[in-house]
């Protein structure tokens, strides 16, 4: 019996490139969006102690290293009936064979010296309208993340994430 191939990635896609396809989040109600990473930036651990991650206690989020990703996102299509959905939900920090290997904490603040900055409260969204908003992924310095890709919902195995364009995971 032939061992099965593994599969093989996608287009990487550099930083400040856009995704090849629109975006259309369920949590805005409506809306198409262009989604474009723009930079990662490594953390350190002093701020992963600052955000109060427990490495001791099971089931609680792991991480010795926050990675703070900034992503722009412009209206391409339609009218979000939401404002200030939370756009970097179905973003995915992969390693090279497709496993995720940094999460998003539940609460999700990277409000930190150094870190993600605390955004504007906006009441609609207009087409053409762009936005750089920023999501923290914990993440362990030994396994770091290879690609950044986008979850979406016909995305169900890891061969589908492997398919789809991905950015580059560059941290600086």
């Known amino acids: 019996m032939r061992p ?20 259309e989040p369920q949590n805005t109600e409506g809306g198409k969006f262009e989604v474009t990473a723009t930079k990662i930036v490594k953390g ?20 010795n290293t926050p990675y703070f990703v900034y992503i722009a996102y412009t209206l391409k299509e339609g009218k979000p009936q939401v404002a200030n959905p939370d756009l970097g939900a179905h973003a995915a920090a992969l390693d090279m064979n497709g496993v995720k290997v940094a999460a998003r904490p539940v609460v999700h603040s990277g409000f930190v010296e150094g870190g993600c900055e605390v955004p504007p ?25 290879a690609r950044l890709a986008w979850d979406t919902t016909d995305m169900t195995t890891v061969e589908d994430y492997m398919k789809a364009a991905s950015w580059e995971w560059v941290a600086q």
Not at 4 to 11: A, D, I, L, V
Not at 44 to 63: I, V
Request: charged share 20%; aromatic share 10%.
């Open 4 to 23: 099965s191939k593994k599969p093989e990635w996608g287009p990487a896609l550099a930083m400040g490139r856009p995704a090849p396809k629109l975006y």
């Open 44 to 63: 350190t651990a002093a701020q992963a102690k600052y955000l109060h991650w427990d490495q001791s206690s099971p089931g609680e989020l792991k991480g």
């Open 121 to 145: 409260v906006y009441m609609s969204w207009d087409i053409g309208e762009t936005r750089t908003l920023c999501t923290v992924f914990a993440g362990d310095e030994s396994n770091p993340p």
